[in-house]
């Protein structure tokens, strides 16, 4: 058996605000579509495309933990 190490264990990040993020993400995406780009699909495609990137960068840049 392992000995167990010193080293503290990473801080477990809430689920809670994992989720409050995606439900953030989904809404700005659909409301993004209902206001801007209702008949639009190529550019509605596009545009949440890049949201998802948008956030995606902005959760890896500053939401990670290390």
């Known amino acids: 058996m392992r000995e167990p190490e010193d080293e503290p ?3 477990v ?3 809670g605000a994992i ?3 995606v ?3 989904v809404a700005v995406i659909v409301g993004m579509d ?3 780009f209702r008949n639009r699909f190529w550019v509605r495609l596009a545009a949440n495309v ?3 990137l ?3 960068a902005f959760w890896w840049r500053f939401l990670r933990r290390r």
């Open 54 to 56: 948008v956030f995606g």
């Open 50 to 52: 890049g949201t998802v």
């Open 19 to 21: 989720v409050l993020y």
């Open 13 to 15: 990040r809430s689920h």
């Open 9 to 11: 264990l990473p801080p």
């Open 34 to 36: 209902v206001a801007f």
């Open 23 to 25: 439900v953030v993400m």
